[in-house]
């Protein structure tokens, strides 16, 4: 029964996985040379490249084009409130109309700012362009943005990559952002509370329904950590919330899991009527 191209064919997988191993070592390399390579160069925008004159920070035209997101909002979607909100005088949470219309599945939401194209590039530094240096001042907008659910919070999970993904990208940006936002409140990050179950599509031109539908059951909490979690006050942590269908989905599964509340931050949340995300 001896197979004469098994030696051969052991070999090619071995030299295969050889080169998988090598080719992570070598990203993982270029992740670190590029951190130093930012380091030396002079400070540049968070979001054009533009020269700035201290790191994590934007030039003063993209500074001017972001909608940072500040009260009033809305204490559930984190949206900013138009002028037909106003309070006249009564202080306390506001919650909007579209809350009550379709209530979301987590607690609460903050973001730092609207969905735009200057926050559209800051994200998509982060994601695609290998600019990690965005990740610390990403995040420590997000505390400031996040501060009165951070002081509740017990713990941080950011949203998971799929890990076929996650090699592909050889990061996971939720979780930088988590690690700096946990730099920057003191509340802890626990990733392993929440795994994806399976690989989604991605979300993009799908409309709402589709979104759910994409990610119903995507989400788990292991058995194994369910003792841990039960009771806690959690803050989901994600680059962008769009429709919500992936945060939901996170949410209803920890939730499942016995977790006492799941609220949500945010770098940029997509309000209607504005840019939505091309990925
Ligand atoms: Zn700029």
């Given amino acids: 029964m001896d197979n004469p191209l098994a030696p051969e064919r052991q070999r090619t997988l071995g030299l295969r996985r050889l080169g998988l191993r090598a080719g992570r070592w070598l990203g993982m390399g270029r992740m670190w040379t590029r951190g130093l390579v930012d380091l030396a160069l002079p400070p540049i925008c968070m979001a054009c490249r533009a020269a700035v004159g201290e790191p994590g920070c934007l030039c003063a ?7 940072f997101i500040e009260r009033p909002y809305c204490d559930r979607l984190g949206i900013p409130l ?6 006249f005088g009564t202080t306390g949470p506001v919650v909007s109309e579209a809350a009550f219309a379709r209530p979301p599945a987590y607690g609460r939401a903050r973001a730092v700012a609207v969905f735009g194209d200057v926050s559209r590039d800051i994200i998509h530094a982060l994601k695609y362009a290998d600019r990690l240096d965005v990740a610390a ?3 420590r907008m997000m505390a400031r943005a996040g501060a009165d659910i951070l002081a509740e ?20 940006q939720s979780m930088l952002l988590a690690r700096g936002v946990a730099a920057a409140s003191g509340v802890p990050v626990r ?42 006050r959690l803050v989901l942590v994600d680059d962008v919330l769009t429709t919500g269908a992936t945060i939901d989905a996170c949410a209803k599964a920890l939730m499942r899991a016995g977790a006492l509340r799941v609220d949500v931050l945010v770098f940029a949340r997509v309000v209607d009527g504005h840019d939505t995300p091309i990925s």
């Fill in 191 to 232: 990733a392993d509370w929440l795994r994806r179950a399976r690989a989604t599509t991605p979300q993009v031109g799908l409309d709402r329904a589709a979104r759910a539908q994409n990610v119903a059951g995507a989400f788990i909490v292991p058995e194994t950590m369910r003792a841990e979690l039960r009771g806690r």
């Fill in 82 to 87: 138009t002028h037909e909100y106003e309070t």
């Fill in 137 to 139: 001042p990403m995040a």
């Fill in 153 to 172: 919070a017990g713990a941080l999970v950011p949203v998971p990559l799929h890990p076929l993904r996650l090699w592909k990208r050889r990061f996971n």
């Fill in 61 to 67: 035209p993209c500074w001017s084009r972001v909608r």
